[in-house]
């Protein structure tokens, strides 16, 4: 208090400084973390949601389509640019408009109109150097990467999809507010949403135990004639108690409910969206680290996707099969070179018993073929199956399609 009172003695009364930190109290051996979500009307998605349905789009008609498509919207325009080398016949402002309809924004006063708003295309061909050193005449097995770059997968038993609480359920609540905009239950609901779940977790060993769910907080859009109580109402009954688990909710849990007031402004006419520009959610919420590589329109010979999904599938399965409680799983990759240059495996000290992290990765490369051609051929990455990942998480998802969240049976490396 006092420290924060010789920065700016008017930043917080004594009692909103006292009940900050009575919110922030915990036992010793406990800690908080969190980790946000939005929904696919954030602008920063309606641009991956672009970049994936373009992808999907060239997919579709030539799977061996090159894609590196990025997608920017500010106000009524949406500009979509980058490299693509496709046999495909491909209507790119077709493909943008019929995105933004299936969003849900169809009025300039939601945050753009798909009906008429500018498009601006400006795509160019994929660099023959880089054809050439990536897969031009190239078996699946010599592929090579598309770039240089490290991917990072991670895994948690703390939840039946092997993926943190506090993500996994930032995630749920932005899709269940779509879910619920669209069939109704919640009509006054508009594209635009933000999520944030912060988790209570206990130190015990080496683990960490989710106890409690200590905040939720959601900014979600909506028409102007509802009011603020409405919306908290609703938020809690429709969207929260659907998702979150009563054993994680008690009466100290704290609810942040459009906090800001007023949300009737939103989606690209509020903010600039960017493809690649919200890899955090799109991956673990803060945990495990990232690679810094964006995924939304990509095609699977950038390794930035299609070895970070190889990644996670490779930390699932050690989890999955009982090798380690937790563990996150680091590959990198040269361009034009199929081979990872580097595989590491860290499990925090939970690795069961008889093993070691070092075990782990002799596992792995036995038990998985790791070249840029192979995890392409494996996990059948051609398909069109991108737009639907382009929100609400790359992981943890329990569509089939999604083959990286198939756990590998390592039961044969297992040490008698």
């Known amino acids: 208090a006092e420290y924060m009172g010789k920065i700016n003695p ?5 009692i909103q400084l006292m009940d900050t930190l009575q919110s922030l109290k915990h036992p010793r051996d406990h800690f908080l973390f969190s980790s946000e979500c939005v929904t696919r009307g954030h602008p920063d998605k309606v641009s991956d949601s672009i970049s994936d349905s373009i992808l999907d789009a060239c ?36 493909i943008v408009r019929n995105t933004l309809k299936d969003i849900g924004y169809d009025s300039a006063e939601k945050g753009i109109d798909y009906k008429n708003c500018t498009v601006i295309v400006a795509i160019e061909s994929q660099s023959p150097e880089i054809a050439q050193a990536v897969h031009v005449q190239k078996p699946v097995e010599e592929i090579g990467a598309g770039d240089q770059g490290l991917m990072i997968g991670y895994a948690s038993n703390e939840t039946d999809e092997l993926m943190p609480l506090s993500h996994i359920l930032s995630c749920k609540l932005c899709h269940r507010l779509e879910e619920a905009r669209k069939d109704g239950t919640c009509a006054w609901l508009l594209p635009d949403a933000k999520t944030q779940v912060t988790v209570e977790y ?15 907080l959601i900014s979600a859009q909506h028409i102007p004639s509802i ?13 929260i108690k659907p998702v979150i688990p009563a054993k994680y909710l008690d009466e100290n849990t704290n609810y942040h409910l459009n906090p800001s007031g007023s949300f009737v402004i939103g989606g690209p006419a509020a903010d600039a969206g960017l493809t690649g520009r919200k890899i955090i959610v799109d991956t673990y919420g803060g945990w495990g680290g990232h690679g810094g590589g964006a995924f939304s329109g990509k095609d699977p010979t950038k390794v930035d996707r299609s070895a970070a999904y190889a990644a996670r599938w490779v ?7 009982g090798f380690a409680r937790r563990c996150m799983v680091q590959i990198a990759y040269g361009i034009g070179i199929p081979e990872p240059i580097s595989i590491f ?10 093993y070691t992290d070092t075990d782990l990765i002799d ?27 382009a929100a609400f998480g790359h992981f943890g998802r329990t569509d089939p399609e999604f083959s990286w969240e198939q756990i590998v049976d390592l039961s044969a490396y297992k040490k008698v």
């Open 345 to 354: 495996v860290h499990t925090y000290g939970t690795v069961t018993e008889g």
């Open 315 to 321: 930390a699932k399965s050690l989890v999955g099969n």
């Open 227 to 239: 009011t603020l109580q409405e919306i908290q109402q609703q938020l809690r009954e429709h969207i």
């Open 202 to 216: 206990k130190v015990q060993g080496n683990d960490y135990i989710p106890v409690r769910v200590h905040t939720v």
């Open 59 to 94: 997919l579709q008609q030539d799977p061996e389509s090159k894609v590196a498509c990025e997608s920017s919207c500010k106000g009524n325009m949406v500009m979509v640019f980058g490299e693509i080398t496709t046999k495909a016949v491909i209507q790119y402002e077709q």
């Open 10 to 14: 008017n930043l917080f009364s004594e």
């Open 363 to 389: 596992i792995v490369l036995k038990g998985f073929d790791l070249r840029t051609g192979c995890i392409i051929r494996d996990l059948n990455l051609k398909r069109p199956i991108y737009y639907k990942l």
